[in-house]
């Protein structure tokens, strides 16, 4: 069975950091786009970000750019979010992806696999 487990969310202020992890576990991630999508209250789900197999190709949301990094770990078959300079807009669930597809094409309707999701709220 495909899991993907989501931790290191968490309340902070805005300005800080936070790094969110994902592990993977059920299968070999190997030839799949891992990614990050996010859905606040009362707000469709939207991408954040994505990377592919090897590693080389990144994408984000405009709305992360600069601030958020994606990486993974194949040893670990972990993916993480790197997150700084939070800001209250960033609030939402931030729910790990899977897609056996490239990383540009990386989507809602394209994703195979979807974590449960782990909380980020920021306060102002």
């Known amino acids: 069975q495909v899991q993907l487990v989501e931790s290191g969310g968490g309340l902070v202020q805005a300005g800080v950091s936070l790094r969110l992890s994902c592990a993977a576990s059920?299968?070999?991630?190997?030839?799949?786009?891992m990614g990050w999508f996010r859905q606040a209250p009362g707000k469709e789900r939207e991408f954040v970000a994505s990377i592919n197999w090897t590693g080389n190709l990144k994408y984000y949301a405009d709305s992360v750019k600069g601030r958020f990094t994606i990486s993974r770990e194949y040893a670990k078959n972990t993916v993480y979010l790197q997150m700084n300079s939070l800001k209250p807009e960033d609030t939402a669930v931030y729910h790990c992806?899977?897609?056996?597809?490239?990383?540009?094409?990386?989507?809602?309707?394209?994703?195979?696999?979807w974590g449960q999701g782990t909380q980020v709220t920021v306060s102002s």
């Open positions: 059920g299968r070999t991630f190997s030839n799949y786009a």
């Open positions: 992806a899977a897609a056996r597809t490239t990383a540009q094409a990386m989507n809602l309707m394209t994703t195979d696999y």
